[in-house]
C-alpha cells in the first residue's frame, strides 16, 4: 500500500462540472490495495461518472460488504454517507435504507465472493425485488484478500496462479441478474474506461435495480497466463456490443456518428442514452434474446460487454408497495399514527 | 508524435525548468536537497562548481530560475531558489580544502581584461589546469561591478573577498590598478590568449536642457555607486529623483536613502509593470518609503543659475498597436515639474572598447560592439575572447558566468591544438531512486507550502548604515522548510513500454492528471485529447513508442509534481523515478569528444 499522501494540488486547468467541482472533489482516501488492482480503475470510473453527472456527493449513499473491493468505497466519494456491512449483506442494507431515505442515491459495492458466494441469496433478492440502486461487481474471479483461491465467478477449466485447474461451473451474474428481472444489466471491463464510465453514469441515472458486472484483473493472484479474468484474456475476449454516450439536460446529440449506427434510450428522468452499436443486431431491450446471446457467446469463451438489457419504463420497490413521495424517515409522529379517530374511521369502514 | 528520446540530454533537462532557466545551468534540486539535509559544504561546492560565486549570486542573482520554477505553476510563488543558494554560503564549513590545488604551470599565459565575474569564471577553470592566468583591474581588488556597483548593504565586501579570493588563490595572478590601456600592447605581450571581461562600464547619458548647466547635481548611477562604493562619496541632498527603472535605479536610489536622502522618488517612463528592475527589488525600495512615478518622461532640468532646482517631466500614456507593441505618447496633460536637490541617472549601461585598436584583427559591428561567436566566445581575432557584459551588452553576474566557462572551455581547447566549435557533450548520469516498495530516497510527501520570507533587518537601523547588510538571510528552521518547497524535478519519471499492461493505476493515481493512455496523433491533436489541457507548447509531451491496445501513454510534463505516485501504484515498474544528473561541459572534462572517441 501507499503511505504517502495524495497532493492536495490539482491541475490549474481542470475542469468544473455545474456545482463547481473538479473530479478531484469526488476523490475518497488513498486506495490501499496492491498496485494496478482493477478495483482502483472502477473507484476512478465511479468518481468520472459522479464528477459527470454533478451528483451532491452528500446526496449519495455507498454501502459494501466484505472484501477487496468492499473496500473501495473507502477511496472514492469522501464525502458522501457510508456503510461497510457484513460479509453478503450489503444488499439487505441497502434495501433498508433505500426503504427509510428513497431521496438518496443508492451505490452498492461488491464482489464476487460478497455477491456470487456468501451474499448469492441476498443479491438475488434485491435485484428480484427491483430495488432503486446500483450494483456494481467488481469481479476478479478470485479470492484476493485470502489468497488467491477461485471464487464462485471463476471459469471452469481456468488456472490459478499455482497451476490448478477450476473444476466447478462457473456463476454468470450478468445471466442470473437478466433472469431475476433487473432493468439495467451491463458487463465491461476495468481496463476500459470510456466504456464503463457512461455505463455508471447511465445506472445511476436509471430507476430501478441496475447490475453492472465488472471484470476487474486481481495484479497480484489473477493476471497471469491461463486466467480468464486477466488483462491480456479480457482485452483479447471482449465482444462489445456497443458503446454508449449519457446525455444529461438538452445536449445536442453529437453528429459525428454513422447514421443508423446510434441508438436513443430515454430514461423515466429524461436523461438520455446513445447507444452507438458495434453488433448491428443486438437489441438491448430484449431481454430473452440476451440471455441467449451472452450464452452462445460464453460457449465461444467470448466476454460480452456493454449495455446488455435496459427497460427505460422501470418501475422500483417504492411503487411496488406504493409507498409515500415522502421518505419514511421525515415523516412525523402525527403523520405516522394519526389517533384513534382515524383508525375508528378504517376500523367502520371493514364492517 | 514520434516515441520521446529521453536518452537525449536536453529533453529531461528541460523538465528540471530551474536548471533549464539558469544559463549556468546549476543542479538546483540537488543543492536545495542537500541543504535540507544539513549538507550546507556539499551544497555549497555543487554551486561553487556550476556558478562560481554562490555566496554573492544567492544575494544578488537576477534569477532566472524563478520564474521557471514549477512550483510556480502549481501554487503561487515559486521556491526561493536564489536565498537558498545563500544558506549554503552562510552556513557551510570551511571549503578551503575542497577546492582545486594550484597545478603545475603549463607554460601557457591567458591574459584577463577585467576583474569581474567573466574573468574570473575562465580563471577559475583554467588556473587548475596549468594555465597562468592574470587578470587586468584598473580598480585596486578583485569583483568588478560586483564590488563597485552593488551597495554594500546588499552584498558585503567579505563576501566578495571570499568568493574572488577563493578563485585568486588557484594561483591565479592579479594585477589590480592596472587598467589596459592598449589592446595592441597587450598582444605584444604575446600571451597565448587574451580573454575580455571589461563589462559595461558606461552609464548612458540624459541628453536634455539643463543638463549641462546644472553638472553639479546630476550624477550618472553607476559612477556614483562606485564613487560610494569606495567611499568617496558620502552625502547627497535630501530631496532627490532618480531617474531609470532598472536594478541600477533601485540600487541608487535605496543608497540616496542612506546618504540623507529624505524625499527619494524613483521616476521612470514605462508603467510600474514594465520596468526592467526585479519585482523584488522594487519591493525592496517601495519598503524603504521611495515612491515609483510611472509614466513621466524627463523633458528638462531645471536650475536657478546653475544650482538644480528641480526636473520636468512630461506626461504619456501607453498605446498598443496591432501586433501587441506599445509607444508611450503625450496624455495631453499639462507638464509637471518635481523639486529636487539632486537627481540620478540609471538609464542604461553602454560598452566603451576606447582601448581596442580599429588595426589588431578585431572586428566592431555598427553598434560599437566587438563581433563574437556566440558559443565559443572567440572574436574575428582567434586568441581574444569576449564575455560577460563585454561580449553581448549588459546582462547580469549569472550570465558572466555562463560566459566564463564556455569561453575557458575554448581556450582550453584552442591551447590543446583541438578544434574549438566541437563541443564536448555534458556528461548525464540517470539512476533510480526506489530504495524498497514503498521507499524513495528523495522527499516525495508533497504539500501546499507558502514561500518563507526572508528575515529583514529592522528598517530603522538598517537606513542608518549603509554597510548594514538588509537580508539577514534565511535561518536554518526557515531554509528546511523553504527547502521542502522543492519539487525535485530532476527526479524523472521514466516510462518503459514494455513493461507496461496498461492497468491505469497511473492515470487514475496522477494528482495532477498528467497521464493519459490514447490513440497517437499529431502533437497539436494530442494536445486537445489529453486528461488535462496541455496549453503550455514549451512544456514537452513525453509519449512512449505503440502499447499493446495500440495506443501510447502521454504525460504532459508541465505541471508534474515528481510526487512518484505513478511509480508507487505500478504493479510492474513499468514507471520508476530516476534522478537525472547532468554535469555541463567545462575546460578540462574528462569525457572525450565524439572525434576522439572514433579516431
Request: glycine share 8%.
Amino acid at each position: 500500500m501507499t503511505y504517502i499522501a495524495k497532493p492536495k494540488f490539482h491541475h490549474p486547468g481542470l475542469k468544473k462540472n455545474e456545482l463547481g467541482y473538479t473530479h478531484r472533489d469526488y476523490e475518497g482516501k488513498i486506495s490501499t490495495l496492491c498496485a494496478g488492482c482493477g478495483h482502483d480503475s472502477i473507484t476512478a470510473s465511479i468518481i468520472e461518472a459522479c464528477y459527470e453527472l454533478s451528483i451532491e456527493p452528500h446526496r449519495v449513499a455507498k454501502i459494501s460488504g466484505i472484501g477487496c473491493s468492499s473496500k473501495t468505497p473507502d477511496y472514492f466519494l469522501g464525502n458522501s454517507h457510508g456503510f461497510n456491512s457484513v460479509h453478503g449483506r450489503m444488499p439487505s442494507v441497502l434495501t433498508g435504507a433505500n426503504l427509510a431515505n428513497r431521496d438518496l442515491i443508492y451505490l452498492g459495492v461488491s464482489g464476487d465472493g460478497d455477491s456470487a458466494s456468501i451474499g448469492f441469496g441476498q443479491f438475488a433478492h434485491s435485484i428480484r425485488r427491483g430495488v432503486n440502486m446500483t450494483y456494481i461487481v467488481e469481479n476478479n474471479g478470485v479470492y484476493g484478500l485470502t489468497k488467491g483461491q477461485f471464487s464462485a465467478t471463476a471459469d471452469r477449466g481456468s488456472k490459478s496462479k499455482k497451476g490448478v485447474t477450476n473444476t466447478d461451473n462457473a456463476i454468470d451474474l450478468v445471466a442470473i441478474a437478466l433472469q431475476l428481472g433487473a432493468t439495467f444489466v451491463a458487463r465491461s471491463f476495468s481496463g476500459d474506461k470510456t466504456q464503463l464510465v457512461p455505463l455508471i453514469a447511465a445506472a445511476i441515472r436509471h430507476k430501478g435495480a441496475s447490475f453492472i458486472d465488472v471484470i476487474s484483473p486481481c495484479i497480484a493472484f489473477n493476471n497471469h497466463a491461463g486466467s480468464t479474468k486477466s488483462f491480456d484474456y479480457v482485452r483479447e475476449h471482449n465482444d462489445a456490443v456497443n458503446r454508449l454516450d449519457v446525455l444529461v439536460g438538452r445536449d445536442p446529440i453529437a453528429v459525428d456518428y454513422a447514421p443508423g449506427t446510434v441508438q436513443l434510450v430515454e430514461q423515466h428522468d429524461g436523461s438520455r442514452i446513445a447507444l452507438r452499436k458495434i453488433d448491428a443486431d443486438y437489441d438491448p431491450h430484449d431481454r430473452l434474446g440476451a440471455m441467449t446471446f451472452l450464452q452462445k457467446h460464453a460457449a465461444k469463451g467470448q466476454i460480452v460487454t456493454g449495455l446488455l438489457y435496459v427497460d427505460p419504463e422501470a418501475e422500483d420497490l417504492h411503487e411496488h408497495l406504493n409507498t409515500v413521495e415522502t421518505p419514511l424517515n421525515t415523516l412525523e409522529a402525527d403523520t405516522l399514527c394519526p389517533g384513534s379517530a382515524v383508525l375508528d374511521k378504517i376500523n367502520a369502514s371493514l364492517r | 508524435m514520434k516515441p520521446t528520446d529521453i536518452a537525449a540530454p536536453d529533453y529531461f533537462h528541460k523538465v528540471v525548468d530551474c536548471q533549464w532557466a539558469c544559463p549556468a545551468h546549476t543542479p538546483v534540486p540537488e543543492y536545495i536537497r542537500l541543504i535540507a539535509q544539513g549538507r550546507y559544504s556539499d551544497a555549497y561546492m555543487i554551486n561553487w562548481k556550476s556558478n562560481v560565486f554562490p555566496g554573492i549570486l544567492g544575494r544578488t542573482c537576477d534569477r532566472p530560475c524563478e520564474p521557471a520554477c514549477r512550483r510556480g505553476r502549481v501554487e503561487e510563488t515559486p521556491v526561493a531558489i536564489c536565498r537558498l543558494k545563500r544558506v549554503a554560503a552562510d552556513f557551510k564549513d570551511d571549503i578551503k580544502q575542497r577546492l582545486p590545488h594550484p597545478a603545475a604551470k603549463n607554460g601557457k599565459r591567458i591574459a584577463l581584461v577585467g576583474g569581474g565575474p567573466a574573468s574570473l569564471t575562465v580563471a577559475r577553470d583554467l588556473a587548475p589546469l596549468g594555465y597562468h592566468c592574470t587578470v587586468f583591474d584598473a580598480d585596486p581588488e578583485a569583483g568588478g561591478m560586483m564590488r563597485t556597483q552593488i551597495p554594500k548593504f546588499r552584498l558585503p565586501n567579505s563576501v566578495i573577498d571570499e568568493e574572488t579570493g577563493y578563485i585568486l588563490g588557484l594561483g591565479v595572478e592579479f594585477k589590480g590598478g592596472h587598467r589596459i590601456e592598449s589592446m595592441k600592447a597587450l598582444l605584444a605581450e604575446k600571451y597565448d590568449a587574451i580573454f575580455v571581461g571589461s563589462g559595461a562600464p558606461r552609464g548612458r547619458e540624459l541628453d536634455i536642457p539643463g543638463r549641462k548647466e546644472a553638472a553639479a547635481n546630476i550624477h550618472i548611477g553607476i559612477d556614483w555607486l562606485s564613487s560610494v562604493s569606495f567611499g568617496h562619496t558620502d552625502k547627497i541632498g535630501k530631496r532627490v529623483i532618480v531617474l531609470g527603472g532598472g536594478n541600477t535605479a533601485m540600487d541608487c536610489c535605496r543608497t540616496a536613502r542612506r546618504l540623507g536622502g529624505e524625499s527619494v522618488k524613483v521616476i521612470v517612463r514605462s508603467g510600474f509593470e514594465e520596468m526592467k528592475a526585479s519585482p523584488w527589488e522594487k519591493e525592496d525600495a517601495i519598503h524603504e518609503d521611495i515612491p515609483i512615478l510611472n509614466f513621466l518622461v524627463p523633458v528638462a532640468f531645471i536650475h536657478d543659475n546653475g544650482k538644480l532646482t528641480g526636473v520636468t517631466f512630461q506626461k504619456v500614456k501607453a498605446e498598443y498597436d496591432a501586433k501587441g507593441r506599445r509607444s508611450l505618447v503625450p496624455s495631453g496633460e499639462p507638464d509637471q515639474t518635481i523639486e529636487c536637490d539632486d537627481v540620478l541617472v540609471a538609464v542604461g549601461q553602454e560598452n566603451a572598447f576606447p582601448w581596442i585598436e580599429q588595426d589588431c584583427g578585431i572586428e566592431f559591428d555598427k553598434w560599437h560592439m566587438p563581433t563574437v561567436d556566440q558559443k565559443t566566445f572567440v572574436s574575428t581575432n582567434p586568441k581574444v575572447f569576449f564575455g560577460g557584459d563585454a561580449a553581448f551588452g549588459p546582462k547580469n553576474i549569472i550570465w558572466a558566468v555562463a560566459h566564463g566557462h564556455d569561453a575557458a572551455l575554448s581556450i582550453h581547447r584552442l591551447l590543446s591544438g583541438e578544434d574549438i566549435t566541437e563541443r564536448p557533450l555534458p556528461d548525464v548520469q540517470v539512476s533510480s531512486q526506489k530504495m524498497g516498495i514503498h521507499e524513495w530516497s528523495y522527499d516525495n510527501d508533497i504539500s501546499i507550502d507558502k514561500r518563507f520570507k526572508v528575515p529583514h533587518r529592522d528598517k530603522i537601523v538598517a537606513l542608518k548604515d549603509i554597510r548594514a547588510e538588509v537580508e539577514l538571510g534565511y535561518d536554518v528552521k526557515l531554509a528546511l522548510g523553504e527547502a521542502h518547497r522543492c519539487l525535485n524535478c530532476d527526479v524523472q519519471t521514466v516510462f518503459s513500454t514494455a513493461l507496461c499492461i496498461e492497468c491505469d493505476a497511473c492515470a487514475d493515481i496522477c494528482p495532477m492528471d498528467c497521464i493519459t493512455f490514447t490513440a497517437n496523433g499529431e502533437e497539436s491533436d494530442l494536445r486537445q485529447r489529453l486528461k488535462a489541457p496541455a496549453p503550455h507548447a514549451d512544456q514537452d509531451l513525453y509519449v512512449s513508442s505503440d502499447l499493446k491496445t495500440g495506443r501510447v501513454m502521454v504525460k504532459d510534463e508541465d505541471v508534474c509534481l515528481h510526487c512518484g505516485l505513478c511509480a508507487e501504484r505500478c504493479p510492474t515498474g513499468a514507471w520508476d523515478m530516476q534522478k537525472y544528473f547532468i554535469e555541463m561541459t567545462y575546460a578540462g572534462s574528462s569525457c572525450p569528444t565524439r572525434s576522439r572517441s572514433a579516431a
